[in-house]
């Protein structure tokens, strides 16, 4: 049976279309797995009921079921703990076209070892193809319908309670149901997903029945209204999504009592009133929101007004007078944050986290006090004095584009003398001064200061940066777990070599450091050996610098070579040798042909692949197999693609995400509607100057 299945699953597509996608080592799993033999028999009697029942023109990706590494699992714990999950798509509208197919399926289900079975299902609905016994499903506590479409839920809303009595978790996220009926009632339900979902009208019921549901998703449910809003909200509820809900205009939870967390970004709602017990609130964007008359009462300890610019300063000053006994971290970002507003802040005696980016005000911590317990500070885009560290007991600080109003504006971080402050201790770990106005004067109290502690440090866009500071780092730093450097064009291999001192690093950025050669990565190489994330763009790198990378790093996952002149044999050793490769950037790279791209669409790792802009690839590098499990694509500018790369992805690219095709000049309408239909998690598609289109 086996040897027979294996001739048919290596068949060419084009031969035998679309009829099973198993690898050869899922195969051997299966073979091999002989603590399951029923499992085996009846899921091999499954796959050959497919084939002799089904007509020519079916269409199967058994590829989805994902069963090799659930086996694999199952072989190495106990029967208790194994979380079984089917991705099924197509094959749900054959398994309803063939009764005979019903049972064996069922029976594979029943046979499984029991434990938190879970199914997901994309595509038509399974539940109407095995009937309504509960015998199937009964223990099933997680189930999964995102991005239905075009099925009748009437009978799932009706008959869910009876059929999935366990049922504790259920996702509908971007389904495009068709209900009839009024009501749904579950009473062991807790957690409902329905991101997306056209709740409040015809197609979702109107009046949920969910007595125990704690955790609610409403994200993006654009025709939900004021008047629909109550009558779906149980009382249980502690979790509440409402973001991209934006016909709601007026907000009114106070009968929520026992309703803890709410999460309204992006809405357009004017006036909002809480229930008492709200915990954590997050209004980022509201824009709309104006003063309410009466302040929130509520003991909220995460509060974030992000992008909230309608709020008046008076109005925070009088909400958050109520919460300083409580709040433990909030944002302001973009709010009208005034001295007055900071010197409420400087009473809250368990504000650890404060972000104040983009807030227009001088002297921004100087109002704080020194008593606050202080953690983090974000003030990301402010102005003011430079900031002393001895002020909190920071553990991470992030001055990205902080103007210094110092007369010598490169000083960002006030000096420090730590015998001066004999009784406090630095403890700062995570230091960022991205797009800052520094020199190498200006980071030298710094790094002696924090340099024992520091283990996330970014300069990124520091141009003025040179030696001495990279120099400064390799020998106070040597902790670092991170560090960026991208557009530091003042530094050279004499300095980055130093860093191999640094040998706890994990990512370290060097791309737009025009400076940087073989000679300092050669040495990085071999003393960095944890390293897992690397950005060599444009540096004057060579195939030397890969080849003791893959040779010295092999952990590395995400890795960025835009703009380097690397060979086309250098090229291929990244996808032979680096197996944990995840991100690959290849942008502008003159030497990525066909050969090269074929080879890294056998990484069965790499979910992300940028070959933009890279002249010699055409449609030779998609033939054959893809084995990659990309999410996200970019085929900028490649006028040698054309439709048939399209059909290709269609076909073996399930999980893409996000698909780059601008300026593809050889692709037609045609193939990227087809496209469009076959990838159903396709977010984000780029069709930007593609001249075939119809604009």
């Known amino acids: 049976m086996l040897e027979s299945l294996s001739k048919c699953v290596a068949l060419d597509s084009q031969n035998f279309p679309r009829v099973l996608d198993i690898s050869s080592e899922f195969l051997e799993t299966l073979r091999n797995s002989g603590n399951f033999p029923e499992i085996i028999s009846c899921f091999l009697k499954f796959v050959e009921t497919l084939f002799n029942s089904s007509p020519p023109t079916f269409k199967l990706k058994v590829a989805e079921f994902k069963l090799k590494t659930l086996l694999v699992a199952a072989c190495q714990h106990s029967t208790s703990e194994i979380s079984l999950k089917f991705h099924v798509k197509e094959c749900l509208s054959i398994i309803s076209q063939f009764p005979e ?3 064996d399926f069922a029976e594979f289900l029943r046979k499984f070892p029991r434990g938190d079975l879970e199914i997901v299902l994309s595509s038509e609905i399974l539940i109407p193809a095995f009937g309504t016994s509960s015998q199937n499903f009964g223990e099933i506590s997680t189930l999964c319908l995102d991005r239905t479409i075009r099925w009748n839920s009437s009978w799932f809303f009706q008959e869910a309670h009876h059929v999935f009595f366990n049922l504790k978790n259920l996702s509908m996220a971007y389904s495009r149901a068709k209900a009839d009926v009024y009501k749904f009632h579950h009473p062991g339900l807790t957690t409902f997903n329905l991101e997306g979902c056209a709740v409040g009208t015809s197609d979702f019921p109107q009046v949920f029945n969910l007595p125990s549901l704690t955790f609610l998703n409403l994200t993006a449910c654009f025709n939900l209204k004021d008047e629909i809003l109550p009558s779906i909200l149980p009382p249980s509820l502690t979790h ?29 709602f004017t006036k909002l009133q809480l229930s008492t017990w709200i915990s954590t609130l997050e209004l980022k964007n509201c824009n709309l929101l104006t003063d309410n008359p009466t302040p929130w009462k509520c003991p909220i300890s995460t509060f974030n007004l992000e992008g909230c610019t309608s709020l008046s300063s008076n109005f925070l000053k009088l909400n958050l007078s109520k919460m300083s006994d409580t709040i433990e971290e909030l944002d302001l970002t973009d709010c009208q944050v005034t001295q007055s507003v900071l010197k409420i802040l400087s009473k809250f005696p368990k504000l650890r986290s404060l972000t104040l980016s983009r807030c227009r005000i001088e002297n921004p911590t100087g109002n704080l ?42 000083m960002i971080v006030a000096d420090f003398n730590l015998k001066n402050q004999s009784n406090l201790k630095i403890q700062l770990e ?43 780092i390799s020998e106070k730093c040597r902790n670092l777990t991170e560090l960026h450097l991208f557009g530091c064009y003042g530094i050279t291999d004499h300095s980055v070599r130093s860093l191999g001192k640094c040998s706890f690093l994990k990512t370290l950025i060097l791309g737009g450091c025009p400076n940087i050669t073989d000679t300092s990565i050669l040495q990085v190489s071999k003393t960095c050996p944890d390293l897992t994330h690397l950005d060599l763009s444009f540096t004057k790198i060579s195939q030397n610098s890969i080849l003791s990378l893959t040779l010295h790093c092999p952990k590395i996952s995400t890795l960025s070579l835009s703009k380097t002149c690397l060979s086309q044999s250098c090229l291929l050793s990244i996808s032979k040798n680096l197996n944990s490769l995840k991100k690959l950037d290849l942008f502008c790279v003159d030497e990525a042909d066909d050969q090269v791209v074929f ?28 084995k990659a499990p990309l999410t996200c694509l970019n085929l900028l500018r490649n006028v040698n693609i054309t439709d048939k790369t399209l059909y290709r992805l269609g076909k073996s690219c399930f999980q893409l995400e996000s698909l780059n095709l601008r300026n593809c000049r050889g692709i037609s309408e045609t193939a990227v509607r087809r496209i469009c239909l076959s990838l159903l998690y396709l977010e984000t598609i780029n069709i930007k100057e593609c001249v075939l289109l119809s604009p």
Do not use: Y
């Open 430 to 472: 995570i230091l960022k001064l991205a797009r800052c106005s520094l020199n190498d004067a200006a980071l030298i109290s710094p790094l002696e200061i924090c340099g024992p502690t520091l283990r996330i440090l970014d300069l990124s866009s520091c141009g003025t940066l040179g030696n001495e500071t990279i120099h400064g």
């Open 240 to 268: 509440l999504i409402l973001d991209r809900a934006t016909l709601i205009k007026e907000l009114n939870l106070q009968n929520l009592t026992s309703l803890k967390i709410l999460s309204a970004n992006t809405c357009k």
């Open 599 to 626: 080879n890294l669409l056998q990484v069965e790792s790499l979910t992300s692949l940028d070959i933009s802009e890279c002249s010699k690839i055409s449609d030779a590098g998609f033939e054959g197999n893809i």
């Open 369 to 410: 006090g020194k008593n606050l317990p202080l953690t983090k500070v974000d003030l990301t885009n402010g102005k003011g004095p430079p900031i002393n560290l001895g002020t909190f007991n920071l553990k991470t600080l992030i001055l990205d584009g902080f103007q210094s109003t110092h007369p010598m504006g490169t």
């Open 101 to 103: 197919l019903k049972t």
